[in-house]
């Protein structure tokens, strides 16, 4: 396990060196986030706070990956994942940051890239040794061959968590520490997996792999994070929301974990969920469930601190994210192939 190790230290170093820099070149280049004029009142002292720090996450935990990495199918599949949901993100980004306004790529043309990463992803699992089109549903015990069906499914996957991600990304600090913690979860997952292994091999390579790129996230966003805690220094803005989405998304497919997901990833379900009611909710009835959507705005509009939402947030996702690890070693020998 050194160099998982080895490679979240050095990203979470090199985020923390690199980031006053980083943070000041973002500034003299003028690149600060737009603030939606119907977000709560108090987001309007953010206008102009560097965004895009998202980059700072992803090269400093990319470039240790790729030195300690044995390349396996597995892994280079969820970095795959990771870079293009960061690039749909920094497109949506760089268009917003042009146009001066908080609207930036079409939601239609996030979804149709999210299809082409998506099918590309699809690709490489192909050409990994264990690949499988079935499910495994932990506590019914059920192991679901979706055959056809498994492709569309997991464009769900990817496309619902990088969307949870995205509107996570509304307080400073939450979903950079979120996750961190659901990244924390996977990195637990690959590490078990590989101790549990046995004999080096083939399998004992792959989940070492996943286990250094999910350690190389976890250094660069807690790095991120040194500079993202109340009050904010800077923004992931939707380069990192995505890129960490897409590969918290990733991680779970490769894992087989896809259902535990709705548990790890489970923060990021209620905020696509309460946007969900809110908003069905007025269209049917003209009256609104919560006070603002998604969720967290609803407590800062209930008077709760930013670092309140934040930190009461991070102890629900971490008792969440014990609760679908906690499934997973229950059901160990479905997940895992020797």
Known sequence: MVPVLIAGLIAMVAA??????????????NLGQQIRAEGPAAHVVKQGTPTMGGLLIIVSAVIPFLVLSQYT?????????????????????????RRRRSLGLPGRWKMFLLVVVTVVAAILLQETEGFTTS???????????LGVLFYPFLFLVIAGTVNGANLTDGIDGLAAGTATIMLLT?????????????????????????????AALIGGTIGFLWY????????????????LGGAI?????VTRTEILLLLIAGIFVIEVLSLIIQVVSFKRTGKRVFLMAPI??????????????????????AILCASGFALFYRDFLHFVEF
Do not use: Q
């Open 296 to 317: 967290h705005h609803h407590f800062e509009m209930k008077a709760w601190s930013e670092t309140k939402v934040m930190v009461r947030f991070w102890i629900i996702c």
């Open 73 to 97: 199918a597995e892994a280079l599949t969820v970095l795959f994942i990771t870079l293009g949901c960061a690039a749909i993100g920094f497109s949506d980004d760089y268009l917003k940051l």
């Open 228 to 243: 993202n805690a109340f009050p904010a220094e800077v923004f992931m803005g939707d380069t990192g929301s995505m890129a």
């Open 135 to 145: 499910v495994y549903v932990p506590v019914a015990g059920w192991d679901l061959n």
């Open 186 to 214: 996977f990195l637990a997952i690959a590490g078990i997996s590989w101790i549990r292994s046995g004999d080096p091999g083939d399998r004992s390579e792959v989940y070492l792999d996943i286990a250094t790129l999910a």
């Open 249 to 253: 998304a990733g991680f779970a497919i």
């Open 16 to 29: 923390v060196v690199v980031g006053p820099k980083f943070i000041e070149m973002l500034r003299s280049r």
